[in-house]
């Protein structure tokens, strides 16, 4: 089923108004008179609308659906990378369910922003995640931030419970593990990833970082920042999906 998304109000509507944008996609689809398209708002909220071929506009075929979001919310910190890369890390992280994405542009980022630059790269960005979003069935849409310094990003890892993928001695425990281990010490409401960049940290930088999140390993090989992005997050969500999991079957 084709989707597409909406203002939140407008899902509210027997005959809900597309933006400019939506409505291009709705041309590139083609539907056929009552064709079903599903609308979301990012927001967890969808409705089922049909094709009206003559009025060349949707019209609502079910009541709206709102979904809740994850109980643990999940923030990725990573340092923006080269070009596709990056589009690439946000879409991924998209499909991952994310709650936010923090661009961090730290003393060794290959990337630099200007400030000039940075409230049109979000929007870029945002626009990424949203197609990311209708494509994965996804109905929370992450909230993308403009770039920030690496430090004005630890001020915001100080409020979450964070991992970062890092080379310390003695070596970390597995990511796996630590998230683990941090589920059993406490109900983790908002938990976050950061990931260095292609540079990796300085060591004042690492030095700040593991002073405020919990230091883990990403296995035996060295990771490629975009991978170490989605690998991260993809064993992050897992582990709080099975505790979730574990804490629903024993109530």
């Not at 929370?140 to 409020?159: I, M, N, Q, S, Y």
Request: glycine share 6%; aromatic share 6%.
């Amino acid at each position: 089923m084709h989707r597409l998304a909406a203002a939140t109000h407008e899902l509210a509507r027997e005959r809900p108004a597309l933006s400019a944008e939506a409505m291009r996609h709705l041309k590139v689809l083609r539907p056929k008179d009552g064709e079903e398209i599903e609308l979301f708002d990012g927001c967890g909220a969808t409705r089922l609308c049909r094709y009206d071929a003559r009025a060349k506009e949707l019209v609502a075929a079910a009541p709206v659906v709102v979904r809740a979001a994850r109980r643990v919310r999940v923030t990725l910190f990573a340092c923006v990378t080269k070009g596709a890369r990056w589009d690439w890390t946000v879409e991924k992280a998209t499909e991952l369910g994310v709650a936010r994405i923090v661009p961090v542009l730290s003393a060794r980022t290959i990337v630099r922003i200007g400030a000039a630059e940075r409230a049109a790269k979000r929007e870029r960005w945002q626009k990424i995640a949203e197609e990311a979003a209708r494509q994965s069935d996804a109905v929370w849409l992450p909230e993308v931030a403009e770039p920030v310094t690496f430090a004005a990003a630890l001020e915001r890892v100080k409020g979450t419970t964070c991992f970062v993928g890092a080379l310390t001695e003695p070596k970390s425990a597995p990511l796996a593990a630590a998230v683990a281990q941090a589920l059993e010490k406490t109900a983790c409401a908002d938990c976050a990833l950061f990931v260095g960049p292609e540079g990796d940290f300085t060591p004042d930088e690492l030095a700040a970082l593991v002073a405020v999140a919990v230091p883990t390993s990403f296995g035996e090989t060295i990771l490629r920042a975009e991978t170490a992005a989605i690998y991260g997050l993809s064993v992050l969500t897992a582990a709080l999906d099975a505790a979730h999991a574990k804490g629903a079957n024993t109530r």
